[in-house]
């Protein structure tokens, strides 16, 4: 399924009535590892901007330790000083990289703005080598759009 096919898809799930919001993210975050075979992990992370720190929201994968990030820690704590899309096409070529799994090859986390302020962002994690494209991050920019109706 194609991204375009996927669209009215993510935008029918969120806009389910007598769901709570958690739910319909965790649907999402299932939506999309189950069509798109480089997603392995899909998840949210939400800004406390008192703490300066990231917490795990809704999510479909392995389980992770990393239920806190501190801003500027790891490629999600990045995003959330950055305020911009951060691809990673190959984990063990960066720096600050906050290893969930020997599995992890590669990853993407694209911010999500609710009238004008980042909130948190979607991060998803590949088990394959350089697989996120122009094409993914438009994708994920739709999807927080759409996501952030629901703040």
């Known amino acids: 399924m194609t991204f375009q096919e996927l669209q009215p898809k993510v935008t ?16 999402l975050c299932g939506l999309l590892s189950d069509t798109i075979s480089y997603y392995d992990w899909v998840g949210f992370y939400f800004a406390d901007h008192e703490t300066r720190t990231l917490h795990l929201g809704p999510y479909v994968g392995a389980e992770t330790d990393h239920t806190v990030i501190p801003f500027g820690k790891g490629i999600c704590g990045q995003v959330a000083e950055s305020n911009a899309n951060f691809v990673v096409p190959d984990v063990k070529a960066q720096d600050n990289y906050i290893a969930c799994s ?29 697989p996120f494209t122009k094409a993914d991050e438009d994708f994920l920019e739709f999807v927080n759009q759409e996501v952030a109706k629901l703040f």
């Open 12 to 27: 029918e799930l969120l806009s389910q009535n007598g769901v709570s919001r958690d739910e319909k993210l965790k649907s």
């Open 102 to 130: 020997l599995t992890v090859k590669s990853e993407i986390v694209v911010p999500l703005f609710v009238d004008g302020k980042n909130i948190g962002q979607i991060d998803i994690d590949s088990h394959v080598l350089d």
